[in-house]
């Protein structure tokens, strides 16, 4: 039986299976007459050999095989930042080169509405920034991955400079629309993750013409859900470098958020729950940072600061959890195209050393290794240049929403986070450990579950 399974890998790697085959060859590994000769089998290849051999979107899970085979700590960190590297490279080298319009070829949603498809650059723009900014604020070094750090920093800023510029074909619009409250606050957010690397650098032009486009949206009040954090979120940065704050737009979405709490880690994006990310993509991020500069200027509490802390953490644990065996994660609720920016709240976590002690940082990174795997190796992900396309797994414009366009999926950097982490760092330095959904349904033993009531 072993031999026929090897003879069945084999074809199976050079791709003369159809897909009807394919799904046939896999399945079989799975029939209960073959469970202690896939055992061999799968005893006899790694993890990363089958996953180059397989499409991400058909990897099983590899019975009780600890997720380390022949997989070093060194390595999945070159495939973080180098994955990282091909998402952003598009949106900082052009903007550098002063060609980010110019080359940023915008796809929309089949049902897209009304606002301008322009707010799609000024979306790319704050969402990339926020997800590279901890990689960024990592200091130079010698190695491959520094010298693309480096690159992409200078990229960076050379790129704020020119997108904030009147006279660049770059500039981005603050003036119309309401989605830059949206990303205005995202790069907010990346200035305060990285205020050494990407804000204290610019020169003094370039920071007045940025407080000033915050400023602008002053104008525009966010609508009454988790949008009330980015006005908070960009009001925090303008009081963290010097700027009197819209007090009132600083504080209520905070406020509001609190008062909407559900329980066991979860705000609901209104009066109601939303079962979505957005408690990923936006509220726990921000409301956690957005109160940090609070308590820094006295403004907040540090029992408020903890207690939100506390309800990220806990959020974190669930994440966590609904990594499956596979490495893959449910597609619930709206704004799956931002793919893996769904986790940012466990990828901030993980950043900020605040992971319980039943979640060790390495089973973090593995699980999240093999996710960036089985999603973004699929063909179609990415258009011939580079950008990212539509879709959840692979290309597919039917599953954007109605706000989403080529900036929106940028969104992706978040789950990048760790990357802020140097590689001495446990979290890169340890060797790769099951996940807590592998170590269920692998037989082994798992932390138990139980919800909270802060």
């Not at 491959?144 to 200078?154: C, L, P, Q, T, V």
């Not at 709240?345 to 960036?372: F, G, H, N």
């Not at 060797?431 to 170590?439: G, L, V």
């Amino acid at each position: 039986m072993l031999t026929v399974l090897l003879n069945g890998y084999q074809t199976f790697a050079q791709g003369k299976l159809n897909q009807v085959q394919r799904f046939s060859f896999i399945f079989g590994l799975y029939s209960r007459s073959q469970i202690m000769e896939r055992r061999k089998f799968l005893g006899a290849i790694s993890l990363a050999g089958l996953a180059g051999a397989m499409t991400p979107t058909s990897l099983m899970a590899t019975e009780n095989q600890p997720i380390e085979l022949k997989v070093k700590a060194r390595d999945e960190r070159e495939f973080w930042w180098k994955l990282l590297y091909k998402i952003a490279d598009p949106v900082t080298s052009n903007l550098a080169n002063g060609t980010f319009k110019k080359n940023m070829l915008v796809e929309k949603s089949p049902s897209f509405d009304s606002r301008s498809i322009h707010v799609t650059y000024l979306e790319a723009v704050g969402r990339t920034y926020a997800g590279i900014a901890p990689w960024l604020a990592l200091p130079d070094d010698e190695t491959k991955e520094g010298a693309s750090r480096k690159k992409m920093r200078n990229d960076a800023l050379q790129g704020l400079t020119k997108c904030f510029d009147p006279a660049s074909p770059d500039q981005l619009n603050f003036k119309t629309d309401y989605q830059p409250i949206v990303d205005a606050a995202y790069l907010a957010h990346a200035f305060l993750r990285a205020p050494k690397a990407l804000w204290e650098p610019l020169d003094t032009l370039t920071k007045d013409r940025i407080i000033t486009a915050f400023k602008s949206l002053r104008n525009r009040k966010p609508f009454s859900s988790n949008w009330l954090l980015f006005g908070s979120m960009a009001e925090a940065f303008m009081l963290s470098v010097g700027q009197e704050p819209d007090l009132e737009r600083l504080n209520k979405g905070i406020k509001k958020l609190n008062d909407w709490y559900k329980g066991d880690g979860y705000y609901g994006d209104g009066p109601n729950l939303a079962f979505d990310y957005y408690n990923s993509f936006v509220i726990h991020p921000m409301m956690v940072d957005t109160l940090k500069v609070l308590v820094d200027h006295s403004m907040a509490t540090q029992k408020e600061y903890d207690l939100a802390l506390s309800r990220m953490e806990r959020y974190a644990v669930g994440q966590e959890r609904m990594i499956s065996p596979e490495g893959t994660f449910p597609p619930i609720g709206r704004s799956i195209t931002y793919r893996t920016g769904a986790l940012q709240a466990l990828s901030q976590i993980a950043l900020m050393e605040k992971l319980p002690k039943t979640i060790k940082p390495a089973q973090v990174r593995a699980a999240l290794t093999l996710v960036k795997k089985n999603m973004y190796e699929v063909p179609g992900t990415f258009d011939k240049n580079g950008w990212l396309q539509l879709g959840f797994v692979g290309h597919d414009p039917d599953i954007a929403d109605y706000y989403t366009s080529t900036g929106s999926l940028y969104m992706a950097t978040l789950s990048f986070l760790p990357l802020g982490l140097p590689a001495t760092n446990e979290f890169w330095s340890a060797p790769a450990e099951d996940w807590t959904a592998r170590k269920a349904w692998g037989g082994k033993k798992f932390a138990k579950d139980y919800h909270v009531d802060y």
